[in-house]
């Protein structure tokens, strides 16, 4: 459903919040690899998007 909002072409407040949410979804479905690319996506989109926090610390890339 995410991945479907996404490619669809959805205003970007939907899109930030899409793509955010398939971070969660991959690394709580144990998809370390997937929520890694989605989240490195995000990331380019939304460098200081409002979830960047919570999408760096979902696929373990927070920074110290």
Do not use: C, K, M
Not at 34 to 53: F, I, M, S, W
Request: aromatic fraction near 6%.
């Amino acid at each position: 459903l995410f991945e479907q909002t996404i490619s669809l072409g959805a205003p970007p407040a939907l899109r930030e919040d899409a793509l955010s949410r398939l971070v969660e979804a991959r690394a709580a479905n144990g998809d370390r690899q997937g929520a890694v690319e989605a989240a490195r996506e995000y990331l380019r989109q939304y460098p200081n998007g409002r979830r960047a926090a919570s999408v760096r610390a979902w696929a373990g890339l927070e920074t110290r």
